[in-house]
């Protein structure tokens, strides 16, 4: 079985600090995502990454970085975080050869900026 | 630029009642679709894939799917949903947009079953 994992599970924090939020996939996937999530909004795509130290945007990258050092880790990083980034953000991966497209999702970190 | 519309935000449905969950797509290009479901306080699973062949696609719990290129949906039914069904679907499309794949979701569909 696929294992993505998170960090954590809920997260608080203030407006201007800087939040690391960690994920990390078992199964030698090459691609992997982090998305936010909004009522009514669905997934949104915030940056991804097809190999180690790539890194690209996706549909809102403003005021989010990312970090792949190792395969199996992909880091979603707020520099400065502020309330509008209250949100569900998932992790997932991918392989390009198994299963063509086929993302397998972490259970998510619901982060609360005061 | 591919898009994915679910019109339906909530479905409610009693329970071992018939549901469908609609969904319709939009892109130049040949495509995959997924169905995706989100139990309460997890991350997604899949639910079902079609990326080629025959155009019903069975998938887990019961539920499948049926692709339909002329009016490029590919709705999600149930014959007869159980409380455990109670989720949010997520219905997904992927294609080759600039040299990778890239998977664009819909806004999600709520189904609540009723006992």
């Known amino acids: 079985d696929v294992k993505v994992t998170q960090s954590s599970r809920y997260l608080v924090k203030r407006t201007g600090e800087k939040v690391f939020l960690e994920c990390v996939q078992d199964?030698?996937?090459?691609?992997m995502f982090w998305y936010r999530q909004d009522p009514g909004l669905g997934l949104r795509l915030i940056y991804f990454s097809y190999d180690v130290k790539m890194k690209e945007k996706g549909d809102i990258p403003e005021g989010y970085s990312v970090s792949r050092e190792k395969k199996e880790r992909f880091s979603l990083i707020l520099e400065s975080a502020s309330t509008n980034q209250t949100s569900m953000y998932l992790c997932?991966?991918?392989?390009?050869?198994?299963?063509?497209?086929?993302?397998?999702f972490g259970p998510g970190t619901r982060l609360t900026v005061l | 630029a591919q898009s994915v519309t679910q019109l339906d935000s909530q479905v409610p449905v009693f329970e071992e009642a018939p549901v469908e969950l609609r969904c319709n797509y939009s892109s130049s290009v040949s495509v995959y679709l997924f169905w995706y479901v989100q139990y309460p306080n997890q991350g997604l699973q899949l639910l079902l894939k079609y990326l080629s062949g025959s155009t019903l696609v069975k998938g887990i719990n019961g539920f499948e799917a049926e692709f339909n290129k002329s009016q490029t949906s590919f709705h999600l039914r149930k014959p007869s949903v159980h409380i455990s069904d109670t989720a949010e679907y997520f219905c997904a499309v992927s294609d080759l947009t600039g040299g990778y794949q890239k998977v664009t979701f819909g806004t999600g569909t709520k189904l609540q079953v009723i006992p």
């Open positions: 199964m030698d996937h090459e691609n």
């Open positions: 997932a991966s991918s392989s390009f050869t198994r299963e063509p497209d086929t993302q397998y």
